[in-house]
């Protein structure tokens, strides 16, 4: 297993995350499993693909940052998720105006290549500027901003 290197586990620490939690991040039980290359990259053929051996790791300091830009999504995208559920509740137009001038807001902010947005029984679905599908990209059941391809479930309506 590789192991992250002094200057990857600093730039972490300067981030306030753990070898640990970024390797947890990426889908390794511990930093002991950590797959990605030494430099903290996900892609294992970091050094001498991305840059050189010699060179800092690019890489890094960008996941970090989508790290970062991910947690305010998910911050971000929760009291959409509460008004959408006030909406749902009370019925009336006044909350689903709210609810639904909230998700767009979100949506402009977040994912601003959307072409179309909705709220469902499961989350926050967009379709993107670049395909034809739909995609749940706030998903309630796991206060989660992981990206799912819906395109041909049911309860979504264009």
Do not use: F
Request: a negative charge; proline letters at 3%; hydrophobic letters at 35%.
């Amino acid at each position: 297993m590789t192991q992250l290197n002094q200057e990857a586990r600093e730039t972490l620490r300067w981030a306030g995350i753990t070898p640990g939690q970024w390797a947890k991040r990426h889908g390794y039980e511990s930093a002991k499993d950590w797959r990605g290359d030494e430099c903290g990259c996900t892609d294992d053929r970091c050094i001498g693909y991305h840059h050189d051996a010699t060179d800092e790791c690019g890489c890094l300091p960008a996941l970090i940052e989508e790290l970062r830009r991910d947690e305010r999504k998910l911050a971000a995208a929760r009291p959409v998720w509460t008004a959408h559920e006030r909406a749902t509740e009370s019925g009336t137009v006044e909350d689903r105006a709210a609810a639904d001038q909230l998700a767009a807001e979100w949506i402009a902010e977040y994912n601003p290549g959307a072409t179309w947005h909705g709220l469902t029984a499961r989350g926050i679905v967009y379709r993107n500027q670049w395909n034809d599908r739909t995609w749940l990209i706030y998903d309630a059941d796991r206060d989660s901003i992981e990206p799912a391809d819906v395109t041909n479930e049911t309860e979504i309506s264009a």
